[in-house]
């Protein structure tokens, strides 16, 4: 197999830091992937199904305005697609022709999975792109795959919450500057809830997060020459009150050596010492709204289902304590 420089790069960054962290985004290889589809199935974790809830609801609202014409039909991106499932959804719900879908994530099996999913439900092209948002943003700047009916864009599963609110902030900038007037943004986020709700999400009882978390460690030993065992960590979920976030952490449980070849790295890890591996942000109804507006989406100031066409319009699921909120780019 050959070494991806960036891959190896970012550990050997990460695990020199102090604390040491990695960045969660290489959570998902093959395995990772699905393991995290397992995670979203388990009756702990409210985000998909709260997200699907709303989707099955309120989808033709949220396409409501984004018709396009014959002659220039919708065109869909998705910024992290997963298995395109809650797309699949969404696009049950369009009244009008869909002339073309793009999806973007770093993770190859996701993209297959997706592509089928979506390539069974309707006739339009899937064009997938194996990158990082900012790539893919880059590259829907000038491929959008309709090139003149309006385009939507999803960034959805709260994957927004992974990024610390200023970066967060800036990707929203970015997004915004890809798309012209006319285009949307349909934004999922993850909101502050019980602390017990946001632990069992993160550290459910039958461990399936647990092993998506130290399979990162099993990728660094197959793709980049690492010797973590992955016995010698535990997985530990905590809410950071303060920071509004949900932190996953890989601990060594003893004193033990490690090298990464690939990474010219030997490391020795205290027992107890800690791998950062994940921060996921909970958000205010209000402030996700804020944000959008700051970024310079939309003209309208309403927030709920009955806000008015062209502002925005942002649809919360009570039980599960999640948003989606629909941003437009207006003149």
Known sequence: MSIDPEFARDVREGLLRTPRELPPRYFYDALGSQLFEAICRLPWYRV?????????????AMLDGLAGSAAAPLGVAELGCGSGQKLATLLRAASAPVGGVTLIDISAAALAMATDHLSQLGPWPVHTQEASYDEGLARLATSRPVSDGPLLVLFLGSNIGNFHPSEGRA???????????????????????PERNLLLAYD????????????????????????????????????????????????????????????????????????????????????????????GFGTGTGAGVDAAPGGVRQWIEPDSAFALTRFLVTP
Not at 171 to 193: N, S
Not at 217 to 226: V, W
């Open 48 to 60: 998909t199904r709260g997200e699907q809830l709303l989707l099955e609801r309120h989808g033709a």
């Open 204 to 295: 459910d009882p039958l461990q399936v997060t647990a092993a998506f978390n130290r399979n990162l460690l099993r990728r660094i030993d197959e793709e980049l020459g690492g010797t973590f065992e992955l016995d010698g960590f535990s997985h530990r979920a905590i809410w950071n009150a303060a920071e509004s976030r949900v932190e996953m952490h890989l601990v060594s449980l003893r004193r033990q050596r490690v090298t990464v070849a690939a990474c010219g790295l030997d490391l020795t890890f205290e027992a107890g010492e800690t791998i950062w591996t994940e921060s996921s942000y909970k958000y205010d109804p209000a402030a996700v709204v804020a944000d959008g507006l700051a970024a």
């Open 171 to 193: 990707l929203l900038g970015r997004i915004r500057r890809t798309l012209r007037p006319g285009d949307a943004l349909l934004l999922g986020t993850d909101l502050v809830k």
